[in-house]
């Protein structure tokens, strides 16, 4: 009997039992979707919660002095060459190159003095791609150069201060000495970052403004954050970035510098592949439970096939023929099932805003705010391991009956009523 003919053979197969058959795709499609919508949450979630990550923090690389990570004090600043600053932005998957200055610091009003954490950047060199904080401001305005006057506070830092528009701040840090220095700025605006902990202790201020207070020549800076098109290329940067530089600096990827959000995120990645597991566990059961009843059912058949000829192989190969149908037209069903779901959940997605905002301890994790509004996108290597996965399992859970099909007694079976 030819290939062909056992493939035709299967199909014929499968539709004598069309309920059963019909039920059999839905779940298969049904856990299909489900895996893709979990891992597509997971994959737009957490690829927007990195770019946040690095937009709050030093960027998705990020260069420093050797000290710094152990010791994050001014006096062990550096400062990065307009040459070589040149040279990494030339790098295929480097989007911008960006100063910063940040370190501790105690703010003062008239009514109050709170500790603070302080960013110093330079508003001609950000933008949105860079700087989370500019999205957030509800009053005053935003930096236009690295020399302007004014301080931007955390809303909750602003109100603990009792500080508004055009009131006096004095901030207290210490400088490249380590000396205690001071400076005074009135409030030019207000932002908030969706972070509980970020907007009670947040401060803004121009590089410009910062350097001349503690001294640092025009290109000196605590750290150098480097931004990426791709975050998910943040190692093989920053590999190439310490080739280039040598030892004269630490390169870190945004999960050394926050390894709090990196341990968050694997907790998440973990729970979720558990589920995904599950599902599969499920799905392969279903599959196997009807390609095991259809072989008891047709014992006799088999039994009779193998009298006239047909051997224990080309029943194997039958039987898994019509696992791989299954496999098939569920991934199939699958697609259909998902596209219309994942088409509005990539461009429009869900505000979580109203729910969330019962709890605004959810907003914040490691500091960063996230983004209420939930939107997918999965990345393809693992949209393919998903339909892949689908086609194994499914094949998988074939084996045990197409060999059961293949090891009928034909003297036995044919006495069966």
Same mark, same amino acid.
């Given at each position: ?14 539709? /004598? ?7 059999? $795709? ?9 895996? !893709? ?13 990195? #770019? ?25 600043? %550096?400062?990065?060459?307009?040459? #070589? ?9 480097? $989007? ?24 110093? *950047? ?42 508004? $528009?055009?009131?006096? !701040? ?40 910062? /350097?001349?207070? !503690?001294?640092?020549?025009?290109? +000196? ?10 975050? /998910? ?6 590999? /190439?970035?310490? +080739? ?16 709090? %959000? ?52 080309? $029943? ?54 996230? #983004? ?15 339909? %892949? ?10 084996? *045990? ?17």
């Amino acid at each position: 009997m030819t290939g062909s003919a056992i493939v035709k053979m299967a199909w014929r197969n499968l539709w /004598r039992q069309r309920r059963r058959t019909v039920l059999t $795709l839905i779940s298969i499609a049904f856990g299909g979707f489900l895996a !893709v919508l979990m891992t597509a949450m997971q994959d737009r979630s957490f690829a927007d919660f990195i #770019d946040n990550a690095a937009r709050f923090g030093a960027g998705h690389v990020t260069l420093q002095h050797p000290e710094y990570q152990d010791q994050p004090t001014l006096t062990r600043s %550096i400062s990065l060459s307009e040459e #070589d600053r040149a040279k990494d932005s030339s790098d295929e998957d480097v $989007l911008k190159i960006v100063d910063r200055t940040a370190g501790q610091a105690m703010v003062s009003t008239a009514s109050d003095t709170f500790g603070a954490m302080f960013i110093a *950047y330079d508003p001609e060199r950000e933008d949105e791609n860079t700087m989370e904080f500019t999205e957030g401001l509800t009053a005053g305005k935003l930096f236009e150069t690295a020399k302007d006057d004014g301080i931007i506070l955390g809303r909750t830092l602003a109100k603990n201060l009792d500080a508004n $528009l055009g009131d006096k !701040v004095v901030f207290t840090l210490t400088d490249r000495s380590g000396e205690i220095v001071s400076g005074m700025e009135r409030v030019s605006g207000i932002v908030t970052t969706g972070s509980v902990s970020t907007d009670a202790a947040l401060v803004l201020l121009p590089i410009g403004t910062v /350097r001349k207070v !503690v001294g640092y020549d025009p290109t +000196e800076t605590t750290q150098v954050a480097v931004f990426l098109d791709n975050g /998910r290329k943040s190692v093989e940067v920053a590999q /190439r970035l310490r +080739e280039r530089h040598g030892g004269d600096y630490a390169v870190l990827t945004w999960d050394e510098i926050q390894p709090e %959000i990196k341990a968050f995120i694997a907790m998440k990645v973990g729970g979720g592949r558990v589920f995904e597991i599950v599902i599969g566990i499920l799905v392969a059961a279903g599959i196997f439970n009807t390609i095991l009843m259809s072989v008891l059912e047709r014992t006799r058949e088999f039994g009779i096939m193998l009298a006239i000829g047909y051997s224990p192989r080309q $029943l194997f190969a039958m039987v898994m023929a019509e696992s791989a149908f299954l496999g098939a037209m569920g991934l199939v069903l699958g697609v259909l099932l998902t596209a219309g779901p994942y088409y509005y959940l990539y461009n429009t997605g869900i505000d979580m805003g109203p729910i969330m905002a019962e709890n605004m301890e959810s907003f914040d994790i490691g500091g960063v705010g996230m #983004d209420t509004v939930l939107r997918i996108g999965i990345f393809p290597e693992n949209a393919a391991a998903i339909a %892949i996965a689908i086609v194994v399992a499914t094949l998988a859970a074939g084996i *045990y009956p197409a060999w059961k099909a293949g090891r009928v007694d034909p003297v036995e079976s044919i006495n069966l009523v």
